[in-house]
């Protein structure tokens, strides 16, 4: 419905801008004796760009924007040269990039700057070298001025380019973090709901299954379904165990001041059996004296989850790669895997409950991971690369 109201918004927006700049060629056309080049020029310019802002919600690709931007560049361009008695035109040549800031896209505004700055000074070199004040008197006798004007013009632009897409950078990570926020709330609170309720006849029925496992007037071949069905209820009591992980408040759990080196040597001693098992090795690339205040078996869990799964997903004979060091007053680590990577869309479902690329995952020990970051007041991002291998970057404040 939000989607819809805002389509709506653009499309009577964009009707409004294509009847102004029709009833500018009505007002036109009395000028010229017939169809003339001007006339024909106008016209053609004036279609191509209300096409393409129409149909633009349709197209919305990085090079379509860059055809609208020179469309209308072109078009304000013709509207200066065409009608030079029309002073005000020059303003419009000013304002083209802000058009750009409309799709809050950097690239595209930093080309229409560029574009523009260009066109603008090949429109000053005719105006002073070729019509030399003779259409253009209102531009020539005070050149200096409006060479000024125009270029305080571009810097009002990107000043407020660059407020804007800061603000809306800010409200975007605002608004991820509160999904998040909002993901481990539903999370924890399904989790008390309902983890101790399953727990407990999971206990009785395994507790039966035990003892028919070790009953001597069992049939041997029954027994291993007994062990099967024993095993399937042990992977239930650790997804359980997942939620209640979530769902405990250990807010109150004393800090303490960890050794980074020591904890991920530790992790790291801990799964090099895992990674040979794998065929993988752990390369460890972390200095001394680098300090964080959380919870010791806490952050251990976390970089285990981390390292463990950097070594499921890389390639037979790859290195993980834990890398850590202190910038500014932040301790940042970061664990690499040359794996298959994943989609931008992957990345953002990530820590998301029951998301998860492996066949058996639950996506709870992401999820895990995430919270204990929230915990101490850090932050998780993962950059990663399709067939190339992922890198997962955690940073938590430095106690000195």
Request: with cysteine; aromatic share 12%.
């Amino acid at each position: 419905m939000k989607q819809f109201y805002i389509k709506k918004q653009y499309y009577i927006l964009t009707l409004i801008t294509v009847i102004i700049m029709t009833s500018g060629l009505l007002v036109v056309i009395p000028r010229y004796d017939g169809l003339e080049i001007g006339l024909l020029l106008h016209t053609v310019l004036l279609v191509l760009l209300s096409v393409s802002l129409l149909i633009y919600p349709k197209f919305e690709s990085f090079h379509f924007r860059i055809s609208i931007i020179m469309t209308g560049a072109a078009y304000f361009y013709m509207l200066f040269f065409l009608y030079p008695e029309t002073w005000s035109t020059f303003i419009f040549l000013c304002f083209i990039p802000a058009f750009s800031i409309l799709f809050f896209d950097k690239r595209l505004f930093y080309f229409s700057l560029v574009f523009n700055a260009a066109l603008i000074t090949l429109t000053f070199g005719y105006v002073v070298l070729i019509d030399q004040g003779t259409n253009y008197s209102h531009i020539t006798m005070d050149l200096t001025g409006n060479m000024i004007n125009f270029i305080g013009s571009q810097v009002i632009l990107y000043l407020i380019f660059d407020i804007s897409s800061d603000r809306i950078k800010k409200q975007q990570l605002y608004y991820e973090e509160l999904q998040h926020s909002e993901k481990l709330k539903t999370t924890g609170q399904l989790a008390a709901a309902v983890a101790h309720e399953i727990r407990n006849p999971l206990t009785v029925v395994k507790g039966f299954l035990q003892i028919y496992e070790h009953d001597p007037l069992i049939r041997v071949d029954a027994k291993k379904d007994f062990s099967l069905m024993i095993e399937e209820l042990n992977t239930a009591e650790y997804v359980i165990s997942q939620f209640l992980a979530i769902a405990k408040p250990d807010n109150d759990q004393k800090l303490e001041t960890v050794d980074v080196q020591k904890l991920l040597q530790s992790v790291s001693e801990l799964l090099m059996s895992y990674g040979v098992f794998h065929q993988n090795s752990i390369d460890l690339q972390v200095p001394g004296d680098i300090f964080i205040s959380a919870n010791h078996i806490e952050l251990k869990q976390l970089f285990i989850n981390l390292v463990k799964n950097a070594i499921e997903v890389s390639s037979k004979g790859d290195s993980v790669i834990i890398r850590a060091e202190k910038i500014q007053n932040e301790i940042e680590i970061q664990i690499t895997d040359s794996g298959f990577g994943m989609s931008e869309e992957q990345v953002k479902s990530l820590g998301t409950p029951f998301y998860s690329l492996k066949s058996k995952g639950t996506g709870l020990g992401l999820m895990i991971c995430f919270n204990i970051v929230e915990k101490y007041k850090g932050s998780i991002q993962f950059k990663s690369i399709e067939g190339e291998g992922t890198t997962v970057i955690v940073r938590f404040p430095s106690v000195e």
